[in-house]
């Protein structure tokens, strides 16, 4: 059974540094693609940051390019998102998401994901 578990969210101040953590159990990361989404309250569900399995290059949204960081530690199992400079506009829940793949496409879209976490919430305050 797969599990992701996100942690690391809180309530930050705008420029503020958070690093989210998406421990998985029942797949080995490094044979996923793996990305980060978030959803805000009325808002549909956005990819923030992807990285495909195996794979040195990733893909970041516009509006964090520069200030986010996707990275994978295959040792534990664990895939990360630095989150530097902080903006009230990323407040939202932010969601793991592994997709099996056999490219190395970087995967973008929610529904070609294949496992979810529950989500982590993430505040910055103004």
């Known amino acids: 059974q797969v599990h992701l578990v996100e942690s690391g969210g809180g309530l930050v101040q705008a420029g503020g540094s958070l690093r989210l953590s998406c421990a998985a159990s029942?797949?080995?990361?490094?044979?996923?693609?793996m990305g980060w989404f978030r959803q805000a309250p009325g808002r549909e569900r956005e990819s923030v940051a992807a990285?495909?399995?195996?794979?040195?290059?990733?893909y970041y949204a516009d509006s964090v390019k520069g200030r986010f960081t996707i990275s994978r530690d295959n040792a534990k199992n664990t895939v990360y998102l630095q989150m530097n400079s902080l903006k009230p506009e990323d407040t939202a829940v932010y969601y793991c998401a592994a997709g099996w793949q056999i490219t190395l496409v970087i995967m973008t879209s929610p529904g070609e994901y294949d496992y979810w976490g529950q989500g982590t919430q993430v505040t910055v305050s103004s």
């Open positions: 990285i495909a399995r195996s794979g040195g290059s990733a």
């Open positions: 029942g797949l080995t990361v490094s044979r996923y693609g």
